[in-house]
């Protein structure tokens, strides 16, 4: 398979976690003889700081014109931390998502077993958790009217849906949900919000169609602390732009660090991937950031293009460096392994199913990995 995808390294660890995504598509196409063409552009504070633009036209229009977008990190102190700067890195993302029509997003949450310990939760809590949040992600109170007053002294944010912008992530969740356990989750706060009783209302019409999976609702503040008390419980999460948002980086706790978790931003034309989190500014530089959220990002990458046992591969490389212990710090507190190690012993263990028969094990521990 021929692809051509944008490369949008970003901000902080971006490019240094986007590089081990990168290798990993690389020993994808050698093994598995795909043609992956990738271009690099701006985005975020860099896009700033050379165009003063979070998202130049350049940038848009290569994505426009790639199959996918891989995507590194966005933000940076120096807007975090001043509430008065016009333009900010964030800006560059909300854009993109909306001009590429990116409505739905979607964030796996998963116990990797060789990693119990690292999670602040109990084991016998968050054994078996694997949900998916299905996150409507271009409407909304982030792309609401915004108001200030000329005082600076009232601001208001309007959060507004429409049935149609629920109705189509509606679809995608409950095919999700018919095709694992059949249960799907409606997170909102409709007992307060009229945006959540339309919410209640289409989906509840829509499960009509879906009569495989089982539909309950939880409001969001119960919710939050349901994915704490009792992940497991969990098959499917529907929800909306913002209750999207934090819960789904509540999520990430579970598994030890937010640094496992990819998701996929997806929409009628095109598709972006990219790890749910942030720039993390402190670790630029230092060779500690954990890759491993981006490289399985890459992997949703191609399991939307139907390379599943591409996928799978990447899937097992990574399974193989936890259970080996060649990880980041964020991991293993005493671990020596950096980004750039990490990552390529997952691509140098990226193999078919008939070659990993034939793996030197002694050298995959070594990160050599060698057919014989």
Same mark, same amino acid.
């Given at each position: 398979?021929?692809?051509?995808?944008?490369?949008?390294? %970003?901000?902080?660890? %971006?490019?240094?976690?986007?590089?081990? &995504?990168?290798?990993?598509?690389? #020993?994808?196409?050698?093994?598995?003889?795909?043609?992956?063409?990738?271009?690099?552009?701006?985005?975020?504070?860099?896009?700033?700081?050379?165009?003063?633009?979070?998202?130049?036209?350049?940038?848009?229009?290569?994505?426009?014109?790639?199959?996918? +977008?891989?995507?590194?990190?966005?933000?940076?102190?120096?807007?975090?931390?001043?509430?008065?700067?016009?333009?900010?890195?964030?800006?560059?993302?909300?854009?993109?998502?909306?001009?590429?029509?990116?409505?739905?997003?979607?964030?796996?949450?998963?116990?990797?077993?060789?990693?119990?310990?690292?999670?602040?939760?109990?084991? !016998?809590?968050? &054994?078996?958790?694997? $949900?998916?949040?299905?996150?409507?992600?271009?409407? *909304?109170?982030?792309?609401?009217?915004?108001?200030?007053?000329?005082?600076?002294?009232?601001? @208001?944010?309007?959060?507004?849906?429409?049935?149609?912008?629920?109705?189509?992530?509606?679809?995608?969740?409950?095919?999700?949900?018919?095709?694992?356990?059949?249960?799907?989750?409606?997170?909102?706060?409709?007992?307060?919000?009229?945006? /959540?009783?339309?919410?209640?209302?289409? +989906?509840?019409?829509?499960?009509? @169609?879906?009569?495989?999976?089982?539909?309950?609702?939880? $409001?969001?503040?119960?919710?939050?602390?349901?994915?704490?008390?009792?992940?497991?419980?969990?098959?499917?999460?529907?929800?909306?732009?913002?209750?999207?948002?934090?819960? /789904? !980086?509540?999520?990430?706790?579970?598994?030890?660090?937010? *640094? =496992?978790?990819?998701? #996929?931003?997806?929409?009628?034309?095109?598709? =972006?991937?990219?790890?749910?989190? %942030?720039?993390?500014?402190?670790?630029?530089?230092? !060779?500690? #950031?954990?890759?491993?959220?981006?490289?399985?990002?890459?992997?949703?990458?191609?399991?939307? $293009?139907? =390379?599943?046992?591409?996928?799978? @591969?990447?899937?097992?490389?990574?399974?193989?460096?936890?259970?080996?212990?060649?990880?980041?710090?964020?991991?293993?507190?005493?671990?020596?392994?950096?980004?750039?190690?990490? %990552?390529?012993?997952?691509?140098?263990?990226?193999?078919?199913?008939?070659?990993?028969?034939?793996?030197?094990?002694?050298?995959?521990?070594? *990160?050599?990995?060698?057919?014989?």
């Amino acid at each position: 398979m021929n692809l051509k995808i944008a490369l949008l390294p %970003g901000d902080g660890i %971006g490019p240094e976690v986007l590089n081990q &995504a990168v290798k990993c598509l690389h #020993a994808v196409e050698e093994t598995f003889n795909h043609h992956f063409t990738f271009k690099e552009a701006l985005v975020g504070a860099t896009a700033i700081d050379r165009t003063g633009n979070p998202l130049p036209n350049q940038t848009l229009n290569l994505c426009q014109e790639a199959d996918a +977008v891989l995507f590194g990190a966005i933000g940076d102190p120096k807007y975090d931390n001043d509430p008065s700067a016009k333009v900010r890195p964030e800006q560059g993302l909300l854009k993109l998502r909306k001009e590429l029509g990116l409505f739905a997003n979607i964030r796996p949450v998963q116990v990797f077993p060789t990693l119990l310990d690292n999670s602040p939760l109990k084991k !016998d809590i968050i &054994a078996g958790t694997d $949900f998916v949040i299905y996150r409507e992600l271009t409407g *909304g109170i982030y792309f609401g009217e915004k108001k200030l007053n000329e005082e600076g002294t009232i601001a @208001s944010d309007l959060c507004e849906y429409s049935e149609k912008e629920i109705s189509r992530i509606a679809h995608l969740a409950f095919k999700a949900a018919k095709n694992r356990s059949g249960k799907l989750t409606l997170v909102d706060k409709a007992n307060v919000l009229e945006s /959540s009783r339309l919410w209640r209302r289409v +989906v509840s019409k829509i499960a009509e @169609s879906y009569p495989e999976v089982t539909l309950d609702f939880l $409001f969001v503040d119960n919710a939050a602390m349901q994915i704490i008390l009792n992940p497991s419980q969990f098959d499917i999460i529907l929800t909306e732009n913002m209750f999207g948002d934090i819960i /789904s !980086d509540e999520g990430s706790v579970i598994g030890g660090s937010i *640094g =496992l978790l990819a998701s #996929a931003s997806v929409g009628e034309q095109n598709a =972006l991937f990219e790890p749910i989190h %942030g720039s993390y500014p402190q670790a630029k530089g230092k !060779d500690i #950031a954990n890759p491993i959220a981006s490289i399985l990002s890459a992997a949703m990458l191609l399991e939307h $293009f139907g =390379l599943f046992e591409e996928a799978m @591969s990447v899937r097992e490389a990574v399974d193989k460096s936890l259970k080996k212990g060649i990880v980041t710090p964020d991991l293993a507190k005493k671990s020596q392994y950096g980004t750039n190690q990490v %990552g390529d012993f997952i691509a140098d263990n990226i193999v078919d199913e008939d070659d990993d028969l034939n793996m030197n094990d002694e050298n995959i521990g070594l *990160g050599k990995s060698t057919i014989i």
